[in-house]
């Protein structure tokens, strides 16, 4: 074969691999492509030549996001534009889905438009089943959702369903309920359905409504009339893990006072005496502040939980003991200190007294008369020396007898051979 022919063939090959490489980036140039460079423009026919190619296979309703300032949405779902990128490509390019767009549209919120925010989150609730739950945990992040008395939009979680009965213990707070479009029928079914709001009493909200309640935040008014909703729920409702926050809020001020004042567990007691070992009113009422006569805790869990089911603490006992002895009327007093002997008799007896405890009301009841006589002498009381548990009923003043169940502690106390003196007492008579 002559040179000649040989150069002829090898330029004609020259040629067409020349041709064949040309003709994808001639096709790419051309306006046979259909695209989209935002979401409120028409499906046209255009060029790759420019932009940020984005190649989409969604329905026709999506909402496309914003990704870049030079976004070109391709439609691949279009059969010709499928083949044409194909071919200019030489490979199949990588095609987001409503899924990944999403995503895309999610990590770049602050991009979107008001108009196509609202698109976006329409959408995803339409198309809720569908959707990957971790999409739908990050939509739960977002601050998409309009609310009362707030200017901007936010996160939906930890808003309050307006139309549960929740809506009692976080009535007037500002930010706190959908609004707009978000509290109609349709938008706050799917919110509820999705948990994207609260709408069950539930340890979440007893941790975030006792952090409330205890912050001196708002009208003090009003704080006490949500606590009283919040204690009926509590009354009503108790569940187990309610008792964590409660028992950490113990000696937080969070309990309202008839003055709208507050205080703690700690420090109150409600008006209920209970028949529980701990119940009784006459062993701190003096001491500690009462609750208000329409605030009662019925629950016995509930109780428990804050406290006063507990042993009333020495202290306060101590306390309630010494403003005892100086009331007044005498049938009061006697009444009352029974009921608190008994009390220290009962801690006495469980270990529940300590020594220094003891070593005080000695000190204090040394010389005064203090403990209740068992005659019909109702409100008499005898100092310690002359109170006897002996049975022998020719006792002569300035001796009486005392009621035997108080044995072990009255001993503690100094009240030692009483039998003994109570003889020697009568020898001297004789």
Same mark, same amino acid.
């Given at each position: 074969?002559?040179?000649?022919?040989?150069?002829?063939?090898?330029?004609?090959?020259?040629?067409?691999?020349?041709?064949?490489?040309?003709?994808?980036?001639?096709?790419?140039?051309?306006?046979?492509?259909?695209?989209?460079?935002?979401?409120?423009?028409?499906?046209?026919?255009?060029?790759?030549?420019?932009?940020?190619?984005?190649?989409?296979?969604?329905?026709?309703?999506?909402?496309?996001?914003?990704?870049?300032?030079?976004?070109?949405?391709?439609?691949?779902?279009?059969?010709?534009?499928?083949?044409?990128?194909?071919?200019?490509?030489?490979?199949?390019?990588?095609?987001?889905?409503?899924?990944?767009?999403?995503?895309?549209?999610?990590?770049?919120?602050?991009?979107?438009?008001?108009?196509?925010?609202?698109?976006?989150?329409?959408?995803?609730?339409?198309?809720?089943?569908?959707?990957?739950?971790?999409?739908?945990?990050? #939509?739960?992040? %977002? !601050?998409?959702?309009? &609310?009362?008395?707030?200017?901007?939009?936010?996160?939906?979680?930890?808003?309050? $369903? +307006?139309?549960?009965?929740?809506?009692?213990?976080?009535?007037?707070?500002?930010?706190?309920?959908?609004?707009?479009?978000?509290?109609?029928?349709?938008?706050?079914?799917?919110?509820?359905?999705?948990?994207?709001?609260?709408?069950?009493?539930?340890?979440?909200?007893?941790?975030?409504?006792?952090?409330?309640?205890?912050?001196?935040?708002?009208?003090?008014?009003?704080?006490?009339?949500?606590?009283?909703?919040?204690?009926?729920?509590?009354?009503?409702?108790?569940?187990?893990?309610?008792?964590?926050?409660?028992?950490?809020?113990?000696?937080?001020?969070?309990?309202?006072?008839?003055?709208?004042?507050?205080?703690?567990?700690?420090?109150?007691?409600?008006?209920?005496?209970?028949?529980?070992?701990?119940?009784?009113?006459?062993?701190?009422?003096?001491? #500690?502040?009462? %609750? !208000?006569?329409?605030? &009662?805790?019925?629950?016995?869990?509930?109780?428990?939980?804050?406290?006063?089911? $507990? +042993?009333?603490?020495?202290?306060?006992?101590?306390?309630?003991?010494?403003?005892?002895?100086?009331?007044?009327?005498?049938?009061?007093?006697?009444?009352?200190?029974?009921?608190?002997?008994?009390?220290?008799?009962?801690?006495?007896?469980?270990?529940?007294?300590?020594?220094?405890?003891?070593?005080?009301?000695?000190?204090?009841?040394?010389?005064?008369?203090?403990?209740?006589?068992?005659?019909?002498?109702?409100?008499?009381?005898?100092?310690?020396?002359?109170?006897?548990?002996?049975?022998?009923?020719?006792?002569?003043?300035?001796?009486?007898?005392?009621?035997?169940?108080?044995?072990?502690?009255?001993?503690?106390?100094?009240?030692?051979?009483?039998?003994?003196?109570?003889?020697?007492?009568?020898?001297?008579?004789?």
């Amino acid at each position: 074969m002559h040179g000649a022919q040989i150069g002829g063939m090898y330029g004609a090959q020259v040629s067409l691999m020349h041709g064949v490489i040309l003709l994808p980036l001639t096709i790419s140039l051309s306006p046979v492509f259909k695209t989209k460079a935002k979401n409120d423009d028409n499906w046209t026919f255009s060029s790759l030549a420019s932009g940020q190619h984005i190649f989409i296979s969604v329905v026709d309703d999506f909402p496309l996001p914003v990704q870049s300032t030079s976004d070109l949405y391709v439609r691949m779902k279009d059969g010709a534009t499928h083949a044409l990128v194909k071919f200019t490509k030489l490979s199949t390019p990588s095609i987001q889905t409503e899924n990944v767009l999403l995503g895309i549209a999610f990590q770049n919120w602050q991009r979107q438009s008001e108009t196509l925010r609202d698109a976006l989150v329409e959408w995803t609730f339409r198309h809720r089943f569908t959707i990957h739950s971790g999409l739908m945990e990050q #939509l739960n992040e %977002l !601050p998409y959702v309009t &609310v009362n008395g707030l200017s901007h939009r936010v996160p939906p979680k930890d808003l309050i $369903d +307006p139309k549960s009965a929740l809506r009692s213990i976080y009535a007037d707070e500002v930010g706190r309920f959908p609004s707009d479009s978000f509290a109609t029928h349709y938008y706050l079914s799917v919110l509820r359905e999705l948990n994207f709001v609260k709408s069950v009493f539930d340890k979440s909200v007893v941790e975030e409504r006792l952090a409330y309640f205890s912050s001196q935040e708002g009208d003090s008014e009003q704080r006490a009339h949500k606590v009283k909703e919040f204690i009926s729920f509590c009354n009503g409702s108790w569940k187990r893990e309610f008792e964590a926050p409660i028992v950490k809020a113990r000696s937080r001020a969070w309990l309202p006072l008839d003055n709208n004042s507050f205080c703690s567990p700690e420090e109150c007691r409600d008006r209920l005496d209970t028949s529980g070992a701990h119940g009784n009113s006459k062993c701190y009422d003096l001491v #500690l502040k009462t %609750l !208000p006569s329409n605030i &009662v805790i019925l629950s016995q869990e509930f109780r428990k939980a804050l406290g006063w089911l $507990d +042993p009333v603490p020495a202290t306060v006992v101590f306390k309630q003991f010494r403003l005892t002895l100086s009331i007044r009327d005498t049938n009061n007093r006697h009444s009352r200190l029974t009921t608190l002997i008994e009390y220290f008799s009962y801690l006495y007896s469980n270990g529940q007294l300590s020594a220094e405890t003891v070593q005080s009301l000695k000190d204090l009841t040394s010389a005064i008369s203090w403990i209740p006589i068992m005659s019909l002498s109702h409100g008499k009381l005898v100092k310690t020396i002359h109170a006897l548990f002996s049975d022998d009923a020719d006792l002569r003043s300035p001796f009486e007898r005392v009621r035997p169940k108080y044995t072990t502690f009255l001993a503690a106390i100094g009240c030692v051979s009483r039998y003994a003196i109570h003889l020697v007492s009568k020898k001297k008579r004789i």
